[in-house]
C-alpha cells in the first residue's frame, strides 16, 4: 500500500474520531432539552466541525480517484515512493 493512500485513511480516521465526539455533544444536548444560545461557542464549533467534516468523507472518493489517476498515469515517478510524491497528496487533499 502506498504511503500516501495510508496517509489518507489515517487522516479519514482522526476525522472520523472528531465526527463522534461531535455527534456526542449533539446528543448530549438533545436528551438534556437544552437550548441553545447565541453565546453558546461549544455548540457552534461542534455544529462547524460536524459540517467540515461531512464535506471531507463526501470529497474522499473524488481524493481517492484523484490519486490513483496519478497513480496509473505516472506509475514509474508514483512507484518510487520519493518524498516528491507526497504532493499528490497535498494536491488531492485540498
Not at 61 to 86: C, D, I
Amino acid at each position: 500500500m502506498h504511503r500516501n493512500f495510508r496517509i489518507q485513511l489515517c487522516l479519514a480516521t482522526i476525522y472520523y474520531t472528531f465526527q463522534i465526539h461531535c455527534r456526542f455533544i449533539l446528543i448530549y444536548y438533545q436528551l438534556n432539552d437544552i437550548l441553545p444560545r447565541p453565546d453558546d461557542n461549544l455548540l457552534f464549533s461542534v455544529e462547524t466541525i460536524r459540517d467540515a467534516i461531512l464535506g471531507y468523507f463526501c470529497a474522499i472518493p473524488g481524493s481517492f480517484a484523484l490519486e490513483r489517476f496519478f497513480a496509473t498515469q505516472y506509475w514509474s515517478w508514483y512507484k518510487k515512493g520519493s518524498p516528491s510524491t507526497l504532493w499528490v497528496f497535498n494536491l488531492c487533499d485540498s
